[in-house]
Every structure is written in structure tokens, then in C-alpha cells.
């Protein structure tokens, strides 16, 4: 061994686990197929076409940007793909073609490859896509279809409903859970994500912190601010309706944007809750979710920076 060498520290992390960052992204995938299966049975074979070509977009578009800059191929490390599937999740069912091409083309250009690719990015890329969708083609990202195999049910999400004012009397809890209401194609089948959650907390691949927090926030602001006043809210609604589920557990609670330290991850979990809240009620949009996690996104280094660990072996300043 090279005495020369014994001072010299390698960029950190310094704790080691077996998991790797390809193992995790694609259990992560896996995790995500219920949901998924929910809302092709839901929606219909339209759903499943989104989902393949916003990956398959993806998936190109990553290999065809390292190909041109020389760069480590890395396509099979299951970041891409998870992106095309959380952006497709996104998404209503019968959005025309080139919308999730052009969301995950956009996704990984711009929300992941130019920052340096996976691990650099400050914004979770497919937010980026679907905000980018969103604000270039309202027209489609804002057309809802009705549930392929239930009669009966409208076309618009509950949070639309709410929000113009019209009657949610008939969608009951056990209909939001099953995913029996109009809605983006992977944020519709609760019980899917859920299951899907589970697996990930029970693995250690996500911790409780942010999404637990984070739905909180949202079940306890929306009953404080009811329709018909102070603490007349429907908690259990706002925690089911829109993409709250899907975000909360795979979104926020994404390694390279959120906080690294556990009260960093409060901290964000609960700006997230707020943020959302404030758009549903009284925001332009029916729902906040994707701005409210990319808004965390852009505070997260502040927060590290004023919640990190103390330095082992310091003593704390005294007043």
C-alpha cells in the first residue's frame, strides 16, 4: 500500500449497501406495474399505448443523447425507464401519440441529461415533462375519459367537480380507492399504489418521513378548510382524489431531490403538503401535486444546508 495515499478520502457516500442503484430504480419499476395494470384495466388498451411509447421515448432518447456525447451507456440502469412510466402514469388515457413522446423526450433533455444525468438533476424529470406538457398543450393534459368498464361515470376527475363547485355526492371513498373516477392513467387505482408503497417501505427503499407526512398535511388542511367553513373539509376525499398517492410515495420521495437528512425530509414533506393544498383550493388548477413536489424540489439544497447532521465528533455552539 502506497503511504502516500492514506489521507486521501473519495467523494462520499462512505456507507455502503448491497442494493444498488440499478437494483433499487428497478424494484421501483416493478413496484409501479399494479398501479399500472389498474389503469389499463380501467382505461382501456389506449392507457397501455401511452404508457410503452412515453417509455420506449425514454428510453431512446437517453441512448441517443450518450451516444452523441460519448458518454457511459447507462440506459439499462432503469432510471429511463422508470421516468417514462411515472410521466405516462401522468397522463390522461387518451392524450394523442406524440404528447407522451414529446413529455419524455422533454423529460429526459431537459429534466434529467442536461444537469449531467442521473444523480445531478434537481427536479424529478418526469414532473418536468408533464409540467412542460401541461403549460404547452392544456387542451389534452385537461380532456379526462371515463373509466372504460363502469357506466355511469363522468369523465371529470373528482378534484374538477370540487372545484367547479358540482355535486361529488355520487363518487363514494370505495370508488376513489378502486380507481372508479376519471384521472391520469396511474394515479386513479389507489389500491395499486398502495401495494406497490408497501413493498417499498417494507424494503427500505423508501423511508415513511415524506410520504407519510405529506398525505397528513393534505388530510388535515383539507378538513381545516371546508367548503362550508372551518373544519368542514372531507379529509379522507383530498387524500384519495387526484395523483396525491402516486406523488407522494414515488415522487417525493425520489434520492436525488428530496432532503437527505430525516428532518430536512419533514420539512419537505410538509412544504409539499401546504403547496398542494393551496392550488387545489385556491390555485388556477384542480390539483397541485407536480408543482407542489418540483417547487420542494428547488428548496432542497436550502433545506440540506440548514438541517444537516451535525459533524461527528463537534460540539454543539452555545448561545
Not at 89 to 111: E, K, Q, R, T
Not at 170 to 197: H, N, P, Q, T
Not at 243 to 255: Q, S, V
Request: charged share 10%; glycine share 12%; aromatic share 12%.
Amino acid at each position: 500500500m502506497d503511504n502516500n495515499n492514506l489521507l486521501i478520502v473519495s467523494v462520499s457516500p462512505h456507507l455502503h449497501k448491497k442494493d444498488s442503484v440499478t437494483l433499487i430504480m428497478w424494484m421501483v419499476v416493478l413496484e409501479l406495474i399494479p398501479a399500472g395494470v389498474g389503469g389499463v384495466i380501467i382505461f382501456g388498451m389506449p392507457a397501455l399505448l401511452v404508457i410503452l411509447l412515453s417509455v420506449v421515448a425514454a428510453l431512446v432518447t437517453e441512448l441517443v443523447i450518450q451516444l452523441l456525447l460519448k458518454k457511459k451507456i447507462t440506459v439499462f440502469d432503469g432510471s429511463a425507464c422508470l421516468t417514462g412510466i411515472l410521466l405516462a402514469y401522468n397522463l390522461p388515457p387518451n392524450v394523442p401519440f406524440w404528447i407522451p413522446v414529446m413529455g419524455a423526450i422533454f423529460s429526459i433533455l431537459i429534466g434529467k441529461q442536461v444537469f449531467g444525468g442521473l444523480g445531478q438533476n434537481i427536479f424529478n424529470p418526469a414532473l418536468v415533462g408533464r409540467v412542460f406538457l401541461m403549460a404547452s398543450w392544456p387542451k389534452y393534459m385537461t380532456s379526462f375519459t371515463k373509466p372504460f368498464n363502469f357506466d355511469g361515470v363522468t369523465s371529470a376527475t373528482p378534484l374538477m367537480l370540487l372545484k367547479e363547485g358540482l355535486s361529488i355526492d355520487k363518487i363514494s371513498y370505495m370508488d376513489l380507492f378502486l380507481g372508479k373516477r376519471g384521472g391520469c392513467i396511474g394515479e386513479v387505482c389507489i389500491v395499486g399504489l398502495l401495494v406497490g408503497a408497501i413493498f417499498l417501505l417494507a424494503k427500505g427503499y423508501i423511508s415513511w418521513h415524506i410520504p407519510l407526512i405529506y398525505v397528513a398535511v393534505v388530510g388535515v388542511f383539507g378538513f381545516v378548510f371546508g367548503a362550508n367553513g372551518f373544519f368542514t373539509g372531507d379529509w379522507l376525499f383530498q387524500i384519495l382524489s387526484g395523483g396525491l398517492i402516486l406523488g407522494a410515495f414515488f415522487m417525493a420521495t425520489d434520492y436525488v431531490t428530496s432532503p437527505l437528512t430525516r428532518k430536512g425530509q419533514v420539512v419537505f414533506a410538509v412544504g409539499c403538503g401546504l403547496i398542494t393544498v393551496v392550488i387545489r383550493f385556491w390555485g388556477g388548477y384542480p390539483e397541485g401535486v407536480s408543482y407542489a413536489i418540483l417547487m420542494m424540489n428547488a428548496a432542497t439544497p436550502l433545506i440540506d444546508r440548514f438541517t444537516r447532521n451535525r459533524i461527528y465528533g463537534t460540539k454543539l455552539r452555545k448561545s
